[in-house]
């Protein structure tokens, strides 16, 4: 611990520079989780999960840490091909010390850029440059992070809402089809939710909704 301390207090080149990087580190750290809901499939893919669970009226089920979980998951094989090049480009000279940091970061930045700006619609990220005046961007890589994230997370949840709304529609015909024979019946103090719910799920399972809805989340990137 005291060596630790000593690092940040002492006045050696060296010493300042390790500071820096394990200051550097924590940060990183710190917006890890930003930068995987942010920049990567994550924010589609739980917000799609949500909106199944949602839509099959099945409360709790399933729980929250398996759709996290699932989530993480695919955006990882999802996303494997642009961080591996991550790695290999930019993380792995870094520890080799064969580039600077400032030169990593431009390197690492390539893909993840590239990845985010197929996903973006230009009315989406117009909407930022227009707001910031910028001026000559010719390439992908010209456009800043700080403006390529928001645009790419705004296109990210409206896609997701479409996917949601998609994914809502047979399971409301259901609902709507139980309540009008319970009402032509006359049992209008049970609720429909309650009898709808086996066969939205006997759908669900016959469909093989997982197979699908995972079949449209790896397509659609």
Known sequence: MGDFINIFSSSDPAAISTSVKLLLLLSVLSLAPGILILMTSFTRIVIVLSFVRTSLATQQMPPN???IGLALFLTFFIMAPTFTEVYDEA???LFEEEMTLDEAYESASV????FMSKHTRQKDLALFLNYTNAESIETIQDIPLTTLIPAFAISELKTAFQMGFMIFIPFLIIDMAVASILMSMGMMMLPPVMISLP???????LVDGWYLITYSLLQGF
Do not use: M, N, R, S
């Open 199 to 205: 066969f939205k799920i006997l759908l669900f399972v």
């Open 65 to 67: 840490q398996v759709l």
């Open 91 to 93: 993380l792995q000279p």
């Open 111 to 114: 893909p993840i850029k590239e």
